[in-house]
């Protein structure tokens, strides 16, 4: 069965204290992976897409990897705002390949 | 571009009732969908449409209906709300056009839905 697991759940950080979050998938084929973000209140927030393994792409404190069985999202010196929930969903290229997998997310909170 | 715009944004009903969620966006976008968000239970697709006309189910599509007369608007009808159908609906939409590909999903602010 297709799966994506975020992990910490939560996570509290302090300012500039940097640290990653962990997005692993079990797919019978990826098509993309991609990161959101969602404040409280709002809807997801596109980050960032990869497609294959050894992808990385940035954004300002952000840095997202991908591997063949997980993806991390790298928050480097990370600031208040950047406090939020940051999700993982994954596309795969079986049966109906409009449907993405989402994961429950990793709700981080960064102290000043 | 105001993007993706959702109304109610809060909505209370009671069981056997039915209501329309209004959802518009103004980037001439072709993929539009509708995902419910329940604790513990992450995003799931009800409905979606690839353009006018077009619309298909999605994981959960029971007890909701949709239509797309038009490229802007994808309304989510509740037919007879019931107690299992509290949760905040998120209506998206992306540019991807015939191919499968879910580029960039543009999310509006949701519409939190209590069914009593």
């Known amino acids: 069965e297709d799966q994506v697991t975020q992990s910490p759940e939560a996570l509290r950080l302090q300012e500039g204290e940097s640290s990653s979050l962990n997005c692993s998938y079990t797919?019978?084929?990826?098509?993309?992976l991609f990161w959101y973000r969602q404040d409280p209140g709002k809807g997801p927030e596109f980050l960032f897409t990869l497609y294959s393994a050894g992808e990385e792409k940035e954004k300002e404190r952000l840095k997202a990897t991908l591997t063949k069985k997980e993806s991390f999202l790298h928050i480097t010196a990370p600031k208040p705002e950047d406090s939020a929930t940051y999700l993982c969903?994954?596309?795969?290229?079986?049966?109906?390949?409009?449907?993405?997998?989402w994961g429950l997310g990793t709700s981080l909170a960064v102290n000043p | 571009n105001a993007g993706v715009t959702q109304t109610p944004k809060f909505q209370v009903l009671k069981t056997g009732q039915s209501m329309t969620l209004q959802c518009a966006q103004d980037m001439n976008h072709e993929y539009m969908s509708w995902y419910r968000q329940d604790p513990g239970m992450g995003l799931r697709l009800i409905h979606y449409s690839v353009g006018a006309g077009i619309t298909d189910q999605g994981e959960v599509p029971n007890g909701y209906n949709v239509s797309r007369s038009t490229t802007e608007d994808f309304p989510l009808r509740l037919l007879s709300a019931a107690p299992s159908q509290t949760s905040v609906y998120f209506c998206a939409s992306s540019y991807s056009r015939g191919s499968a590909t879910n580029e960039k999903l543009f999310f509006g602010s949701g519409t939190q839905l209590s069914v009593l």
């Open positions: 797919v019978s084929g990826l098509r993309g």
């Open positions: 969903a994954v596309q795969t290229n079986a049966g109906n390949n409009r449907k993405l997998i």
